[in-house]
């Protein structure tokens, strides 16, 4: 464990289920930095300074969802926000976002938010919502599958 990680884990006690504020904030914020690049759970975990086992176990116990799929909520929901902004092609917002491609993109959009990328530019381009940042519920379905 690096200094760093020591440190993390002396001055934060873990709450009751799931892991620690800090170590969250530095998932999340790794997260949050890397959404349009190929990462893996070993790197969210790195970067919260956990193994991987115990991350990914931890992170459910707090936000009741897998890593991955918390990844792929957060790309959605910046991708309605790209989409409602109607500023760039939907490929473009695949790529920007880590999507194999725009067929993988639409796919995984359709499943989740029930309506093609497109129908959803088109309808909140004009009205410009797009709702709050992080909307999904954790009891939805996971779409991790996605290869992030």
Not at 14 to 29: H, I, V
Not at 84 to 109: E, K, P, V
Not at 115 to 121: A, D, I, K, Q, Y
Request: net charge positive; charged share 20%.
């Amino acid at each position: 464990m690096t200094p760093a990680c020591q440190d993390l884990h002396a001055s934060d006690p873990r709450p009751a289920a799931g892991l620690n504020e800090r170590a969250f904030r530095r998932a999340d914020t790794f997260i949050l930095h890397n959404l349009g690049r190929n990462f893996t759970l070993a790197d969210i975990a790195s970067a919260a300074c956990i193994s991987r086992f115990h991350f990914a176990r931890q992170f459910r116990q707090r936000t009741g969802c897998s890593p991955m799929a918390y990844v792929m909520r957060l790309r959605l929901e910046r991708a309605k926000e790209m989409l409602a902004r109607g500023d760039q092609r939907i490929a473009d917002t695949a790529a920007a976002l880590g999507f194999y491609d725009q067929s993988h993109f639409t796919r995984t959009f359709r499943r989740a938010i029930g309506v093609s990328p497109r129908t959803f530019s088109r309808q909140h381009h004009h009205a410009g919502t797009t709702g709050a940042v992080r909307t999904l519920a954790p009891s939805e379905p996971s779409y991790a599958h996605a290869h992030p």
